[in-house]
């Protein structure tokens, strides 16, 4: 092909635009975004597709040479629940599909299901192959999160369609394999392909957040939703004694008070009588969390359930140990032992314990980070997950070409 390689990155709810910290906005909004970076690196030109939830969005914004994010029009132009917009998807099928008439990309790249349902209505129509990153599945939600769970009904459904019928699936972890497989996705067309890290701005040496007020810092870092496990940590904080806790995602700081998992973590604090030790800072830019990570002698990152999990390579690639739920993508990047500790998932108990070992050994710590460090380095940067990705993509076109030969014949 003489031309770039014309790629259609598809993230509906996930803006690569969007300030991080709030319910809907997290690490699929830096995958989309960093992805779109390397693969321009690569050589391709990108264009990202997501909803316009602002009014005053410009139809299209500049990210690099060759990459553009394109707000597309799909229910009111304001921000809504993720779990709201499935009925918003015709519109933005019908856009992308005005969209992909006029120039056509030679692959799409739908992140999250719903991005996965509007990306096939509208490719197919023009014979373009499709690659799927679900970035979390609806079954796994629901086994977690129960009656809580505030996906759509047609979820499960939907996911199981997407899984049928694209041309190729990228997986971020081995764990999220055997959940694909579980819903009728055939195994030679899935391959794992794991998050990146942003090398320049996480690393060991840079600046670091204010003094600690106490003899040892602890760092969690994630969206204000009850399945991070911050409330863990915080009970965990209660068995660790001389240590701090900073938890930073949520509103800006002064709107901490709105918001209701905020409240809930503030009288858990009260509560286990760790109010003094436990800080909630707010929303942090992403320019300032390398400082705030550094600053911590270990990082907390106990989710209920991780699809994969970006803050424990963030802090591996700034030489800080890893304290993590032995979940999803984790039980692929913290290697126990090595880079970090990883315990069950909601046992306050055995974090406080693994805690606890953790601070009282400087020598094992400063051991940990270096050896996070080297793992990051060689296995999670992005322009690896590029060429990774890239090879998808070659595999999607090769599939596309056997299913229009075969429709041909």
């Known amino acids: 092909m003489s031309r770039p390689l014309r790629v259609a990155l598809v993230s509906e709810h996930a803006s690569p635009l969007a300030a ?7 690490g699929q909004n830096v995958h989309v975004a960093a992805l779109a970076l390397a693969l321009e690196r690569r050589g391709l030109e990108v264009a990202v597709h997501t909803r316009r939830d602002d009014p005053a969005l410009p139809d299209r914004v500049a990210m690099g040479d060759r990459v553009r994010v394109e707000h597309v029009d799909a229910g009111p132009a304001r921000a809504l629940p993720k779990d709201t917009l499935l009925p918003h998807m015709h519109d933005f099928a019908r856009a992308l599909l005005r969209s992909w008439s006029a120039r056509p990309p030679d692959v799409v ?22 690659v799927q990153t679900f970035h979390a599945l609806g079954v796994v939600k629901r086994r977690h999160q129960g009656a809580r769970d505030t996906s759509p009904p047609e979820r499960p459904s939907i996911e199981r369609s997407v899984v049928r019928r694209v041309d190729r699936i990228v997986a971020t972890c081995q764990d999220e394999v055997a959940e694909l497989e579980a819903l009728g996705a055939d195994p030679t067309r899935v391959s794992v392909v794991p998050c990146g890290v942003d090398l320049e701005l996480f690393q060991p040496t840079g600046p670091v957040w204010p003094p600690r007020r106490r003899g040892h810092r602890l760092v969690a870092v994630g969206r204000m939703v009850e399945r991070k496990g911050f409330a863990d940590a915080v009970r965990a904080i209660a068995m660790v004694p001389g240590a701090e806790l900073l938890i930073a995602g949520g509103p800006e700081r002064a709107a901490l008070w709105t918001d209701p998992e905020a409240r809930r973590l503030g ?61 999803g993508g984790m039980l692929d990047t913290v290697v126990d032992g090595g880079t970090g500790v990883l315990v069950p998932p909601r046992s306050p108990d055995r974090l406080a314990a693994a805690l606890g070992d953790l601070l009282a050994s400087p020598g094992r710590r400063a051991r940990m980070g270096a050896a996070g460090v080297r793992r990051v380095r060689r296995l999670y940067h992005w322009d690896r997950v590029a060429e990774l990705t890239l090879d998808s993509y070659a595999a999607a076109l090769e599939t596309a070409r056997e299913r229009a030969g075969s429709e041909a014949g």
């Open 109 to 130: 790249h739908a992140h999250f299901w719903m991005s996965g349902q509007a990306s096939l209505t509208a490719a197919r129509a023009l014979g373009i192959p499709v």
């Open 20 to 26: 991080l910290g709030a319910v809907d906005a997290g």
């Open 267 to 327: 009288a858990v604090a009260e509560h286990e009588g760790v109010a003094g030790r436990v800080e909630l800072i707010g929303r942090v830019g992403r320019d300032r969390v390398s400082a705030l990570l550094r600053s911590a002698d270990a990082v907390v990152c106990v989710p209920w359930y991780e699809p994969f999990g970006i803050v424990p390579l963030e802090a591996m690639a700034c030489g800080v140990p890893v304290v993590a739920s032995a979940v």
